[in-house]
């Protein structure tokens, strides 16, 4: 039994740091928004400055954009040119998807300096995303109401875990290469 946890110890490694940081992380930011609901930014601070930011990029395209608390849930209604198209949601401020790259990364730890500054630059890289992928919906959406379904289900997942998963391929490549040397 010994030999095999010598064997796989960098596999049990990479499982227990991953699902451990996951954890500890998710428990933290749990806390924050049961104990930082706010009516002054409204439903949380994270969230709604994730709307305003997405009305402000939207605005800077050209559109009136506009985002209000929602009356009967805890969520932000976002409207193109006074129509109605999206709900931000808690789940929709990013944080959720930065604590899943922050695991991965711990993870494959390399040297502190490099891996502390790979997180923060990979957080703010998804944070930005996010943005710009809300914004890129509701345009779709006030654009092409027709494709709704595609535009939520397929492209915006899309971009957000897909930059998720090309600053993954990034980081294990440069830890790769600076074991090897």
């Known amino acids: 039994m010994l030999q095999l946890f010598r064997k796989y110890s960098s596999v049990l490694r990479f499982i227990f740091m991953f699902l451990g940081s996951y954890f500890v992380f998710s428990m933290f930011y749990n806390a924050y928004l049961i104990f ?30 506009t985002v209000l608390p929602h009356q ?6 976002l409207f193109v040119n006074e129509v109605y198209l999206a709900r931000i949601v808690e789940g929709c ?12 990364i711990l993870s494959f730890f390399g040297r502190l300096k490099s891996t502390i500054i790979y997180i923060l630059a990979g957080a703010v890289i998804i944070y930005a995303m ?12 006030y654009e092409y109401p027709q494709y709704s379904s595609i535009l939520h289900s397929v492209v915006f997942p899309l971009i957000i875990y897909g930059t998720v998963f090309i600053l993954w391929v990034i980081w ?9 040397t």
């Open 36 to 65: 930082f609901r706010s009516e002054t930014y409204f439903p949380d601070y994270l969230t709604h400055i994730v709307g305003v930011q997405s009305e402000a990029l939207i605005k800077s395209f050209g559109y009136n954009s």
């Open 72 to 77: 009967t849930e805890p969520s932000m209604k």
């Open 93 to 104: 401020n990013s944080v959720s998807i930065i604590i899943l790259f922050t695991a991965f």
């Open 130 to 141: 996010n943005i710009i992928r809300i914004a890129i919906l509701a345009i779709g959406l």
């Open 172 to 180: 294990v490549q440069i830890f790769s290469n600076s074991v090897k």
